[in-house]
């Protein structure tokens, strides 16, 4: 952990090729700041990226980092995490990557509740595929493959996170830069599993959900009397379809990371020279 270290030094010499106004900018950046302000630094940061658009995070950000398979983000940052417990990982990816594809992966990770973090840049579309309607589409959403809309109710992430039993859940906007950075640091410093869905506009492929959609119907909890380590309260606003918020939503206080319930402490990323007892063995007789 370091004090000196500021939130540039996370960026990677690779330019972004994210379209011009790409949410995904704001989303990175407050990720950035959130690690740096915490205390973090690129030598003791992972990054898990998951396939799309927000996939190519990892490559962005200064640090180590893995761009891994579709929807599988989850179980390749848990596996980082319990391998070094040291550690501050970061898992990130699009709705498509995590409530789709990846949805079994994320409902079992937060049942889990391994300490990393998990954002999710949310623009309700499949940006990388050109425009497809995403689990969180709105049910009349008019792509080119769902001309009269999904006809489906949009998945709630924030719904299922608390069903699996979630000790942190939020939800932030990318471009409300010091409110994002904010709940993004809360989670990484969360005991637990801290889950952040990002509202993060695509400005391609979406003119439903916008920047300007977003300003004017956010409503950020910070500026009500809501208590997030109310769980009933939680489920309420969580629940709640005529609005859209900001902030924590939900925290468990009394959350108890994986590791600490099955005494996961030491680095098993640590391995001996040489290779272990009979391994040679067991590769000759597959090959």
Known sequence: MSSDVRFTDFKSDKQPT???????????????????????DPDNTFVVAGI?????????????????VHGRS?????????????????????????????A???????????????????????GLTKGQASPTSREDFETSTTPEGPQQPPVNPLALSLAAGGT???QSFATDHKRHAEIVQQAIEHD???FVNVFSPCVTF???????????NLVDLADTDHDPTDYDAAK????????????????????????????????????????????????????
């Not at 799309?52 to 891994?68: L, P």
């Not at 848990?78 to 898992?91: D, E, F, H, I, R």
């Not at 939900?250 to 098993?268: A, I, L």
């Open 18 to 40: 994210w379209c011009p106004g790409c949410g995904d900018f704001g989303t990175m950046n407050g990720i950035m700041k959130a690690l740096a302000n915490s205390g973090n």
């Open 52 to 68: 799309g658009c927000s996939g190519k995070i990892g490559t962005y950000m200064h640090s180590y980092a893995i761009h891994g």
């Open 74 to 102: 989850l179980p390749v940052a848990a596996g980082v995490k319990l391998a070094n417990p040291n550690l501050t990982v970061v898992a990130a990816g699009g709705d498509g990557d995590g409530y789709s594809i990846g």
């Open 104 to 126: 079994g992966h994320f409902i079992h990770a937060v049942r889990r509740n391994v300490d990393m973090a998990y954002t999710v840049m949310d623009n309700r579309i499949y």
């Open 168 to 170: 942190f859940i939020a």
């Open 192 to 194: 637990g599993f801290g």
């Open 206 to 216: 979406n003119d439903v959900d916008t920047y300007d959609y977003f300003r004017d």
């Open 236 to 287: 309420d606003k969580i629940l709640d379809s005529s609005k859209e918020y900001e902030g924590v939503i939900y925290k468990d206080e009394s959350s108890v990371s994986y590791e600490q319930k099955f005494g996961v402490t030491e680095n098993m990323s640590d391995i001996p020279s040489g290779a272990p007892d009979d391994a040679m063995d067991l590769v000759r007789e597959f090959y």
